[in-house]
């Protein structure tokens, strides 16, 4: 098994932050939108975690791509720029 570890910090602005959402497109994507779109949601995390392991992935299972998103009353961000693990 393979682990891939995600931390980020809380926004700046935009209010209090409800829940974070974790998503996972296997493959490789610069694209937010495509990250979502295209993929799972792997994690609804509470406001005050800041970090995600990914342990559910097989080592040399390829590359795959992540984004955050923050929730508030608003509603949901944007994600956070994609980043890509290749196992």
């Not at 994507?29 to 392991?53: I, Q, R, W």
């Not at 998103?69 to 961000?77: D, K, L, P, T």
């Amino acid at each position: 098994m393979a682990t891939v570890t995600l931390t980020w910090a809380a926004p700046a602005s935009g209010g209090s932050v409800v829940n974070y959402k974790v998503y996972r497109l296997q493959g490789t994507s610069t694209s937010e939108s495509a990250v979502k779109a295209g993929t799972e949601l792997v994690s609804n995390l509470s406001s005050s975690t800041l970090t995600y392991d990914d342990t559910s992935l097989s080592s040399g299972a390829g590359a795959y791509s992540y984004t955050v998103s923050a929730v508030n009353a608003g509603g949901e961000s944007a994600g956070a720029t994609p980043t890509t693990q290749t196992l």
